[in-house]
């Protein structure tokens, strides 16, 4: 036998051995190769799960946020901060709307609703020598700190958030920490881009939303708003200072003797949202000892829900009877909002007696509250002078009235020889006209100075409203205080007394007793 024959490893039977682990070692490395590629996969798989769900968590927990209540001078206000493409900051002012500003890039935005007005704390910076300076001073900081607030509540919100969300998907103590901690990076990553592309100067190119899309068109530039409306609050302060002061003028003034049981009324007109007229509204009440105010319409702009519901709540203010009849700028809405309150008395083609004396009063039968001031067609005169007809029915039918109440002078036409006074507002400019057969009308100015548009003008409107004395017994017009309150750029208050004559009730000519009645103002 040879060599080869003799050889056992060279036997078929060991060659297929051999064949056999070999084809084994190669399957063992392919099949550790597959499973060391398999573990890598699952780990990278499972960290883009980790930072795809911490991204949602981030994102879903900012969605979710409530807002947090923040303090800003007088205002109360919430501040939010959510995801955003465009990264803005938006400004909500109920009722009046949004004002926008592109303060920086996405993808999260801040936002801040102004809630309410602290009146206490208000009050103090009006009536304080420089408060409006201080409370703007310490405004930044403030704002600095709220912000801040809101930021850090922000990320443990998102980070609390991730725990959640990971917890439910993973089920796994270590990847729920993994979850967690990427969304706040993913948070904190996107408030750090946001703060890198900060730009200040936005806040002297708002954008406007709402009602107050109108506001560049009325007011101007911010920059040019915040200081005139520092004068205009500067000046309302001469206003509740001096009071007092002017109302022992007016006392004082010769050849009138009103006395201690005449009935008054305050007649005032187009508050058109201004918040200060209601301030000096209380302070006339208070210190004129008022009995009842005539209001005749214009409270609102647009007549709106939002303003209806936030800015009738002034009448609150007033703790006497409070008549009104509606303008054309006030809705359906803004009437109903009012007659919700206990001392508001609604009229509409009606006679009520009030405080001693009969007051009738019929509603604007138009909602203009984008037209100008005079009726624009022969239609709109038409349904005027029809409104007065129907109020002067109302007069007829209830025997007669002391005074009338209507927005609109046209309306006063008809009234002509059944009502000895008819008060209206409207044209934001004060008058006394004789109608004739004994009716006189008396058009109020706009006690909230014409609203915002006292801001678009070189020469600002007066807030203007009237102090009405009656004799109780005849229920004539006695005399009357027209009071003037210097807004924009003025520092005058005045007072000017009218006596209507007794032995010749029916002419129009104002007698002027001695000079106004003028405070000047203080420092």
Not at 81 to 89: A, F, I, N, W
Not at 150 to 169: H, P, S
Not at 315 to 336: L, M, R, W
Not at 390 to 408: F, K, N, W
Request: aromatic content about 6%.
């Amino acid at each position: 036998m040879s060599d080869r024959a003799d050889d056992p490893t060279r036997s078929p039977g060991a060659g297929r051995v051999r064949g056999a682990l070999g084809a084994g070692w190669r399957r063992t490395r392919a099949g550790s190769a597959r499973a060391g590629r398999s573990r890598l996969a699952r780990r990278l798989a499972v960290a883009v799960a980790i930072l795809l769900i911490g991204a949602a968590s981030a994102a879903g927990g900012l969605a979710l946020a409530g807002g947090t209540k923040a303090d800003i001078g007088p205002f109360n206000t919430t501040m939010t901060v959510q995801p955003d493409v465009y990264g803005e900051t938006v400004v909500t002012i109920p009722p009046l709307g949004k004002v926008v500003f592109d303060s920086h890039e996405g993808p999260v935005g801040l936002s801040m609703r102004l809630d309410s007005v602290d009146p206490d704390q208000a009050q103090v910076i009006i009536n304080t020598p420089d408060g409006v300076t201080t409370a703007s001073e310490n405004l930044a900081s403030e704002v600095t700190d709220a912000v801040v607030r809101v930021l850090v509540q922000a990320l443990a919100l998102v980070t609390l958030c991730g725990l959640a969300v990971g917890a439910l998907v993973f089920r796994n103590v270590r990847r729920t920490l993994l979850t967690a901690l990427s969304s706040l990076a993913v948070t904190a990553a996107t408030m750090g881009y946001a703060a890198s592309t900060l730009q200040v100067e936005s806040i002297s190119q708002p954008r406007y939303e709402g009602l107050l899309a109108y506001a560049p068109s009325v007011v101007g530039n911010a920059e040019d708003i915040a200081r005139d409306y520092e004068e205009y609050v500067a000046n309302l302060q001469k206003f509740v200072t001096n009071i007092s002061s002017f109302y022992a003028l007016a006392t004082d003034l010769p050849q009138l003797e009103v006395g201690d049981d005449a009935i008054r009324v305050l007649h005032v007109s187009d508050l058109h949202l201004n918040p200060s007229a209601w301030h000096v509204m209380e302070s006339v009440v208070d210190q004129f000892d008022i009995d009842v105010v005539a209001d005749t319409g214009d409270m609102n702009d647009w007549g709106s829900e939002q303003e209806a519901e936030v800015y009738s709540r002034g009448v609150t203010q007033i703790e006497v009877p409070y008549v009104f009849v509606k303008g054309n700028h006030d809705s359906a809405t803004t009437v109903a909002e009012l007659a919700a309150y206990d001392n508001v008395v609604i009229l509409d083609g009606e006679v009520r007696s009030i405080a001693g004396l009969d007051f009738a009063g019929v509603a604007d039968p138009r909602f203009t509250p984008d037209k100008g001031s005079q009726p624009s067609s022969d239609y709109a005169q038409q349904m005027l002078t029809q409104s007065g007809d129907r109020l002067r029915e109302a007069i007829e039918t209830a025997g007669g009235a002391d005074l009338a109440l209507v927005h609109e002078p046209p309306m006063a036409v008809p009234l002509v020889g059944s009502v000895p006074l008819v008060l209206s507002g409207h044209t934001h400019k004060r008058a006394v006209q004789d109608l004739g057969e004994g009716t006189t009308l008396m058009v109020e100015g706009s006690t909230g100075a014409a609203g915002l548009r006292t801001f678009d003008t070189d020469t600002p409107m007066k807030m203007e409203l009237d102090v009405l004395y009656f004799d109780p017994e005849t229920k004539d017009l006695t005399a009357y205080d027209s009071i003037s309150v210097g807004t924009i750029g003025e520092s005058d208050i005045t007072l000017d007394r009218t006596v209507v004559p007794a032995d010749a009730p029916d002419e129009a000519e104002e007698v002027q007793n001695g000079e106004a009645a003028t405070t000047p103002a203080e420092d």
